[in-house]
């Protein structure tokens, strides 16, 4: 097939680099992609937010399908304009991506769809936060009504960096600001992908990141800095269960609502004490896992893609999975997240990949004067493969062991709680 893969991110380039070892081989482009995507995928600078730009680009190529990474492109409806055009197109509707563009609205699909989720106030004033607050006592969960990049959430036992969290999310939105307040939810979190073509939906293995800046979760959130599968601490029966009780009762009440969600649904769940509960849904795949996850992936992308494309995911075979776990790791610029830098040289990622069960995907970076420059926060997935958690702990680390930024850092403790038999559920 001719394929476009639209944004400029590591979950872009896992994404290309998947379809890139399919047999036989796809004619690939980005729009407007990385530099870690050249060696696999035609570039192209276009604006991803721009879905007139975006359809009128896959028409010029005569693509097959057109696949839309990003969350801002799809509340956008970069997924619509494509469609429009008579393009196959992966990704949700506008109207669909407000399960990710809004917190309040997906509340609102949770109760109607009665799906387990976290109580929840949704606050347009300061004094509301406060009692919101008030009523759910610490740990404060305070989140963002709209899109933030995965670090609009702020999780605290001081009620005053909530109340200023709020007070900073309020202010930005002006007469429309909305934030949720939520109880906490004990328990570890679990990510896992749903693919939908609007009726059925199809489970891809979960998944655990690592949303703290720091080793031990220290520090603010982030974007993500690592990820890992397969959690062999879950409970038996846990992905059947989230299909059944909330991914399968979530597309639905959508097509009731005569907006059909065909796309990928994130659940990010919380096993917790009293039972799974959502924490939030996401509109796309989540950086860093599905790194991971589509590294141990067997069946075609491709194929399945299409199929929640066009319709028909209720005739594809059920997903292959190799046994191996994946641990990716997640490098970043000094700075990140508050203020990343820029412009630094990267080396080594050659000598990284070169590494038995290692591969490297680009996030923020970019060629200055010939040479490879950080561009962002996050600036490299490091993502290793081998028998047990272990091994692909090993692999993964010893790909950044190998990779020059000045200045960078990185967690050192994906998947090591899991490695050592120490992740529980209440």
């Known amino acids: 097939m001719k394929i476009l893969v639209v944004g400029t991110g590591a979950r872009e380039h896992a994404i290309v680099h998947a379809l890139a070892s399919e047999e036989p081989a796809h004619e690939l482009h980005a729009a407007p992609g990385n530099p870690g995507m050249a060696a696999q995928a035609a570039l192209h600078p276009v604006d991803a937010n721009d879905g007139r730009a975006v359809a009128a680009l896959a028409r010029t190529l005569g693509v097959d ?30 109207e669909g991506a407000r399960l990710e563009g809004s917190k309040a609205f997906a509340k609102d699909v949770m109760a109607a769809a009665n799906v387990p989720t976290a109580m929840a106030h949704v606050c347009t004033t300061v004094d509301q936060v406060a009692d919101a607050l008030d009523a759910f006592g610490a740990p404060y969960v305070v989140k963002d009504d709209g899109l933030a990049a995965g670090k609009g959430v702020v999780v605290t036992s001081d009620r005053d960096a909530a109340l200023a969290h709020a007070r900073e999310a309020l202010d930005a939105r002006g007469a429309d600001g909305r934030v949720v307040v939520e109880e906490y939810l004990d328990g570890p979190e679990v990510s896992l992908f749903c693919l939908s073509d609007g009726a059925t939906v199809v489970p891809m293995v979960p998944a655990q990141d690592f949303k703290r800046v720091g080793d031990d979760d220290a520090g603010p959130n982030t974007g993500g800095m690592g990820a890992y599968t397969p959690l062999d601490w879950a409970p038996t029966g846990l992905v059947a269960e989230v299909v059944e009780r909330i991914a399968q009762p979530t597309v639905d009440e959508m097509a009731r609502r005569g907006t059909p969600f065909a796309g990928v649904l994130y659940v990010g769940l919380a096993l917790t004490s009293r039972g799974t509960r959502v924490v939030e849904f996401n509109a796309r795949f989540g ?36 046994d191996d776990a994946v641990v990716n790791v997640v490098v970043a610029s000094q700075g990140y997240p508050e203020s990343p830098r820029k412009g630094d040289p990267i080396t080594g990622i050659g000598d990284a990949e070169a590494l038995d069960g290692v591969h490297v995907l680009h996030a923020g970076t970019a060629v200055a004067d010939g040479a490879l420059v950080s561009a962002g926060g996050r600036v490299l997935s490091v993502v290793g493969r081998g028998a047990d958690l272990a091994a692909a702990r090993a692999a993964s680390y010893a790909g950044v062991a190998r990779i020059a930024l000045d200045g960078s850092h990185h967690r050192s403790d994906i998947a090591l709680k899991a490695e050592r038999g120490e992740v529980a559920v209440p």
């Open 65 to 94: 399908l057109v696949v839309v990474g990003p969350e801002a492109p799809l509340v956008a409806g970069v997924a619509d304009a494509v469609r429009e055009a008579g393009i196959a197109c992966f990704g949700p509707s506008a």
């Open 287 to 322: 950086d860093p896992e599905i790194q991971a996850v589509l590294a141990r992936l067997r069946t075609p992308l491709s194929g399945v893609l299409l199929a929640a494309a066009t319709g028909r995911l209720d005739g594809i075979e059920p997903l292959r999975w190799s």
